[in-house]
């Protein structure tokens, strides 16, 4: 995840979604901070964020 993060700040991201498997981890990538979990039935609900990034 810690990788996951400097790679979307080095791109100029602010704020997250981060979809590991079936869960998504809203971040503020400023202050490295996993701000809200959310899991798949929720992810359509999602706002405020300027990058979204998968991995698994």
């Known amino acids: 995840m810690s990788q ?3 790679e979307m700040i080095l791109k ?3 704020d997250c979604l981060i979809v590991y ?3 998504g981890f809203i ?3 400023m202050q490295r901070t ?3 979990v959310v899991d798949h ?3 359509k609900d999602v706002t405020n964020i ?3 990034n998968f991995f698994s």
Request: glycine residues 4%; aromatic residues 0%.
């Open 4 to 6: 996951v993060i400097t």
């Open 12 to 14: 100029g991201s602010r």
């Open 21 to 23: 498997k079936e869960t």
């Open 27 to 29: 971040t503020s990538l």
């Open 34 to 36: 996993i701000v809200t």
């Open 41 to 43: 039935l929720e992810l």
């Open 50 to 52: 300027d990058s979204i």
